[in-house]
């Protein structure tokens, strides 16, 4: 092994391993010796985790995974969060039992994890919390801080190396920026990993507190193409300004760039709007998801300022997911699998 190998090796054990709280208050570019990221999004179980499902993920050569707790809101007018840490009103893989058992499993794998709790409001998106006092702002923002901050200290807890302090937050994050500038040190008191922020594919150029964090999050449901078949190329062509205008981003603030969602359906157009999730019957398409994946691996995974994603998303029970009949975002036991497989391996 020469130096050089010795150096970079000494370099990724010093930057992943916990810090203490002076070093944890400054981010650095550094976190880019974090790299790549080949990850997954793991979905939030209701049932205590068969260690096979790690087997399953470690398989396919991904070296971290995304845990996503939700808190709830009943619309968006509330201005209240229901999130619970212990079991009986969440799913077991939400409360700090099913987050401290599922990363354990997963870190003996050497996969390590992202602790991404995200709102959920039933029929809404999220990006459209905002409000039209500075009380009902206050109220909503006193309870977001104690959310984030219940799980940054069970991320500190269970060593967790990454956490994420929002997901799509969109107005949100535009029209409270100050908000975030000092909820920012607040985690860092309790939390000594890395940050980030998961924003929405429309809402990064405007995410003004990136400078404060480690990566700058994106979830990357970039429209591309409106063919119902594109080609890899023809989708490597319209990533171009898209590109450009990340790694823009990347130099003006000196962070990294991290897909902290990305994925396709199996299904023709899948790159028109890939964000969308409904579950209106349409047509398999396993070639459309296989070259949108290829496309996006082939124009980011060897950037040097890009590092990494996490695919949306891995279910548990990996058996039970039917590739020939399922047309969610998932590659499980779809050709798909084999091209995520390849591309992590390398």
């Not at 990221?37 to 205590?48: D, P």
């Not at 985690?187 to 929405?200: C, D, F, H, Q, R």
């Not at 409904?278 to 290829?294: D, F, K, Y």
Request: glycine share 4%; aromatic share 14%; with cysteine.
């Amino acid at each position: 092994m020469n130096f050089k190998i010795v150096w970079i090796l000494l370099l990724t054990s010093f930057f992943t391993k916990s810090c203490n709280k002076d070093e944890s208050m400054s981010s650095s570019p550094l976190a880019a010796e974090v790299n790549p990221i080949n990850g997954i999004s793991f979905e939030a179980i209701n049932e205590v985790i068969d260690p096979e499902d790690v087997v399953h993920v470690e398989n396919i050569n991904a070296n971290w995974t995304a845990l996503i707790p939700f808190g709830f809101m009943q619309n968006l007018e509330s201005t209240t969060i229901f999130y619970d840490t212990e079991p009986g009103q969440v799913w077991w893989g939400e409360t700090e039992e099913g987050i401290r058992e599922i990363s354990k499993l997963f870190k003996q794998k050497n996969i390590e994890v992202l602790l991404k709790p995200q709102i959920w409001i039933p029929g809404s998106f999220t990006g459209d919390v905002t409000y039209d006092t500075e009380e009902k702002w206050q109220t909503f923002e006193t309870n977001y801080e104690n959310f984030i901050l219940t799980y940054a200290e069970i991320a500190e807890k269970y060593d967790l190396k990454m956490f994420a302090i929002g997901t799509e937050m969109k107005k949100f994050s535009v029209e409270r920026p100050m908000f975030w500038k000092q909820l920012i040190p607040k985690i860092k008191e309790v939390y000594s990993g890395k940050l980030t922020y998961a924003a929405n594919w429309d809402e990064f150029e405007h995410v003004t507190f990136y400078d404060d964090l480690d990566f700058i999050g994106v979830n990357a449901y970039f429209p591309l193409s409106e063919e119902k078949t594109p080609e890899v190329e023809t989708l490597k062509a319209a990533w171009e300004p898209i590109k450009t205008k990340l790694k823009s981003k990347s130099d003006l603030i000196q962070k990294p760039v991290l897909f902290t969602e990305f994925g396709y359906r199996n299904i023709d157009f899948t790159t028109k709007e890939p964000w969308d999730a409904s579950h209106a019957e349409q047509p398999i398409n396993h070639e459309a998801q296989i070259n949108a994946l290829e496309a996006l691996f082939e124009t980011f995974w060897e950037e040097e300022w890009f590092k990494g994603g996490f695919l949306w998303k891995w279910h548990q029970n990996d058996e039970n997911v039917d590739g020939e009949s399922n047309n969610r975002f998932t590659v499980q036991n779809k050709p798909a699998e084999e091209t995520l497989k390849k591309q992590y391996g390398n």
